[in-house]
């Protein structure tokens, strides 16, 4: 089966720094694209940054541009996403997404992504 882990959330302080790893298993990961989502007690779940099944095209929602960055390790079947300058608004249970068409390239659409996995917890204090 398909299994996807994310790691790497915590607390951390306003303008403070996380990097988040979501490792796949179970399905060829190079061809797929990968996506993080984020969501807020009471708030939908959004986009938030997502990558090419090769790296080579990423997409931001634009609150974090500038501040986060997606990354993948194909070898290591690992997208990562590196955040900095974090903002209490920032808080949320991350989720990493595996993309449900080879070399999909919608990579800002929830409906695109076909595997979950179970979320990290983000906390940003003011």
């Known amino acids: 089966q398909v299994q996807l882990v994310e790691s790497g959330g915590g607390l951390v302080q306003a303008g403070g720094s996380l990097r988040l790893s979501c490792v796949t298993s179970?399905?060829?990961?190079?061809?797929?694209?990968m996506g993080w989502f984020r969501q807020a007690p009471a708030k939908e779940r959004e986009f938030v940054a997502g990558i090419s099944a090769s790296g080579g095209a990423t997409k931001y929602i634009d609150s974090v541009k500038g501040r986060f960055a997606i990354s993948r390790d194909n070898a290591k079947n690992t997208v990562y996403l590196q955040m900095n300058s974090l903002k209490p608004e920032d808080t949320a249970v991350y989720y990493c997404?595996?993309?449900?068409?080879?070399?999909?390239?919608?990579?800002?659409?929830?409906?695109?992504?076909?595997?979950w996995g179970q979320g990290t917890q983000v906390t940003v204090s003011s």
């Open positions: 997404a595996s993309g449900r068409r080879m070399y999909g390239l919608g990579l800002n659409e929830e409906n695109e992504y076909a595997y």
């Open positions: 179970g399905r060829i990961f190079n061809i797929f694209a």
